[in-house]
Every structure is written in structure tokens, then in C-alpha cells.
Antibody
């Protein structure tokens, strides 16, 4: 059974940093692209970052590019999101997601339960 | 960015009934590889989103055949027949043809 367990969320002041982690199990982690997706309170979903199987390629929307960094440790079956220069609009539940890619663009097949990040002074 | 517009925003339904949700994109979702990367998700109350349909019309593992997806280009539809209580929640479409990947605003399926 695919399991994704996020951790590291919490209350952080604007301008500060936070690092999220996602522990994966139930599948061969190194074979899959992974991603982060967020959801602001009572709002819709927003894709935040994607990383290739080896970690050599990363993708971000403009809203977080230059501030957020996605990374992975295949030996530990773990995914990370380093978030710097946090803003109030980054307040959201952050979901770790396993992608499916059949050669072309992927999509999110499995999701974790999410970790809440609150950016406030 | 590709704008994904879902209608309606709210959709009252009777159990056992049939409903359709529309998702329209601001540009064609046909990828250069010939495939169309439009997917559907359901987020039940208090839960994470779950994949229902991928690439327009393919049901994900374990998804009942009451769910069906169709469409092409910029116009897509999710149909749910014989609605059951566990189908209630918010439905989202996602396009992954163009970066950045973008979601529709959501359609809340609720009981009449």
C-alpha cells in the first residue's frame, strides 16, 4: 500500500524558512517523480513543485520559484521542500504526492494527508 | 498560465441521480506527444484529494464505473451516475499539458 506521510509544518514568521519532509513507503520510491501540492484554507489546489526520479530535474510555478526548493533522498525514500522567504500567502496545507508518468507529463496519483504551514507574525 | 474554469461551482444532487461537471481550459490541452493531460480528482470532506480519472477518460485503479470522463481540446466533462453518499465532496480538474500545471476552482457536490 502506498503511504506518504508529511511532517515539518507549523507556525512560522514572515520572511523565515521552513523545511517539510515526506516519508514514502509501499513502493519503489526511486522509480517515481514526486511533487508538492498546496491548498490554502478553504481554497483550491495549487501545484508547488515536481522533482524527477534522480533529482536532476525540478519544476516550479513562478509563485514559488527562487524561494522553494524540492529535493529527494532515494536511499531514505524521502521527499523534501525547503521554503525560504515565506509570505502570508504561503499559508496552506502542503501535500506530498506521487506522480505517474508514462513517458510524457505526469499527474498526481497518490497523496499524503498533508501538513499545515501557517505564516504569521 | 492555462486557466481552468469549472462549472457549476455548487451542484445539488439526489442520491441515485446523475450529474455532470464541466471543465474548460483557456487553451488546448493536446500535448505535442498527441495525448491530452486532463485529470479529475475528488476531495472528500476532511480528506486529501484522490485521483478518479486520468488523461480525460481513464478510470484510476478502484474507481467505480459510475464515473466517466470525456472531452477534447478545451472542453471536458466528468459524469457521475447513480450518485452515492461517498461521492459527495469537491471535484477538481487538473491540466498537466502545460507548465505550470493548473487546477480548476472546484465543484462542490452536495445533497439536495
Amino acid at each position: 500500500e502506498v503511504q506518504l506521510v508529511e511532517s515539518g509544518g507549523g507556525l512560522v514568521q514572515p520572511g523565515r524558512s521552513l523545511k517539510l519532509s515526506c516519508a514514502a513507503s509501499g513502493f519503489t520510491f526511486s522509480n517515481y517523480y514526486m511533487a508538492w501540492v498546496r491548498q490554502a484554507p478553504k481554497k483550491g489546489l495549487e501545484w508547488v513543485a515536481t522533482i524527477s526520479t534522480s533529482g536532476s530535474r525540478t519544476y516550479y510555478p513562478d509563485s514559488v520559484k527562487g524561494r522553494f526548493t524540492i529535493s529527494r533522498d532515494n536511499a531514505k525514500s524521502s521527499l523534501y521542500l525547503q521554503m525560504n522567504s515565506l509570505k502570508s500567502e504561503d499559508t496552506a496545507t502542503y501535500y506530498c504526492a506521487r506522480q505517474i508518468n508514462y513517458g510524457g507529463p505526469g499527474w498526481f496519483a497518490y497523496w499524503g494527508q498533508g501538513t499545515l504551514v501557517t505564516v504569521s507574525s | 498560465d492555462v486557466l481552468m474554469t469549472q462549472t457549476p461551482v455548487s451542484l445539488p444532487v439526489s442520491l441515485g441521480g446523475q450529474v455532470s461537471i464541466s471543465c474548460r481550459s483557456s487553451q488546448s490541452l493536446v500535448h505535442s506527444d498527441g495525448n491530452t493531460y486532463l485529470h479529475w480528482y475528488l476531495q472528500k470532506p476532511g480528506q486529501s484529494p484522490q485521483l478518479l480519472i486520468y488523461r480525460v477518460s481513464n478510470r484510476f485503479s478502484g474507481v467505480p464505473d459510475r464515473f466517466s470522463g470525456s472531452g477534447s481540446g478545451t472542453d471536458f466533462t466528468l459524469k457521475i451516475s447513480r450518485v452515492e453518499p461517498e461521492d459527495l465532496g469537491v471535484y477538481y480538474c487538473l491540466q498537466s499539458t502545460h507548465f505550470p500545471w493548473t487546477f480548476g476552482g472546484g465543484t462542490k457536490l452536495e445533497l439536495k
